[in-house]
């Protein structure tokens, strides 16, 4: 059976195969023969494209927002119109069905099909010259690592958290290597999974090994060697390898090439206006064929005069910032008038993290639109933080989290931390709020939550499934639900609990 590859963001063009003088067979205008797709490092390059074309199209929106909504950070505006109403609730009406779960989930694996295809053939490409084989080299360099990146995110939101000691027991996700229509697969287990994504990180750093990093915006839009490392640090972090974590991490943080950012003017701008200084990687975006995921959840605007965001960070969240930290005015702001069901509240503050790049705007009004930041070199200090303070080297962990504390309008800690623990997951909280970290860390870190106050409660819905919503450790909702239809269609695969 001839095999055709779907990967519309590359553009590639149609054929019509002749196959004999009698019967003509066309092929779809949408779609193109595999074994016409792989002749030169051209196509390579076109596919690379797709890549990130599609990271970009996985990157922030609904992606980002549902494990933030669901957490504790946020609560749902009188208008919010159940939007992401049933993980924010984490009610009955939270099933495998759910319509926040199935695309992210079907558009992970449509992703990695993709990259299947194109590890797999890429060795059949001619390369006629040096330049040649080092373009190859990093196209499918950036295969691996986008699998990789896949892989983890979905083990995050669909198995259980990894532990050493059940993970080669544990159910994980699926793991399809090669294309195969037919396959049935069953879920692998969790250490499988990690292990497969410890590989393709290594055979990604192998590839990229001459692909320096920087923070310039051509180099922050390409995958690198201190993007594999960046990914290399986080999953060996969620997996309890701290000497691994924090190696990684700490070479990112020693290299010099993102110097953080120490004045609140400059982080505003870092975020509104998709500055890279602290982007290890940031990914292209325009504002006609090329446009990212919107965050207009956190504003909604209506008009010049009314902005009624779905959602509002809680009072507990303002309250986690110091007056002197500079990343305050820039992750919330009150310039956006919030008026809901004809009410203004001035002084309400809306997530302003996400306001949108003017330069990306398609019209007057803010869009939500911002480059994807899909690794940032704040991350790594935390990340070298809690692995320092995981293997009992208090000072390590003092050394990791100061320079970001210091560089934010923080104190300094200093030895001895009774509470250095919480302290750097408070920082943690701090410098990644709203990038969709949130539930992950309450899910390894084995806490539960409680929601609290909002900034006003006239403004906010009220209960029990709202400002009072109470979850425990290891709810079955932290681990999401495979989508009901995969269930139906693949006999092999079991459910996760309490779905």
Partial sequence: MKKFNIYIAMGLTALVAVTSCKKIALTPTFIIAETQSFNSVLDAKAWDNGLYASLRGRQNGSYTLQTDIAGDQLNAGLDYGNNFGSP?????????????????????????????????????????????????????????????????????????????????????VPLVLKFNLTELPTRATVQAVYNQILADITQAETLLANIPGGNTAAITQVFNIDAARALEARVRLYMHDYAGAYAAANTLITGGKYPLITTAAAMSTYWKNDGTQESITQLYVNNTTETPQSMSTYLIPKSATNYDPYYVPSQWVLDMYAATDIRKPAFFTTAYPIVVQGVSYPTVFAVGKFQGNPALYTGALTNAYQAPKVFRIGEMYLIAAEAAFSLSNTANAIAAINPLRVARGETALVLPDATLQQDIRDERFRELAFEGFRLDDLKRWHLGFTRSAPQNNNMCQQGANYTTLSIPADHVFFTWGIPANDIIINPNLVQNPGW
């Fill in 88 to 172: 924010h609730r984490w009610d009955a009406s939270y099933t495998a069905q759910d319509q926040t779960l199935t695309p992210i989930w079907n558009n992970y694996y449509t992703s990695i099909a993709n990259l299947n295809t194109v590890i797999a053939n890429f060795p059949t490409i001619p390369t006629n010259s040096a330049a040649d084989v080092a373009s190859m080299n990093q196209y499918t360099g950036d295969a691996y690592l986008a699998r990789a990146w896949y892989y983890h995110r979905l083990i995050l939101r669909w198995a259980k958290p990894y532990e050493p000691a059940t993970a080669a027991t544990d159910l994980g």
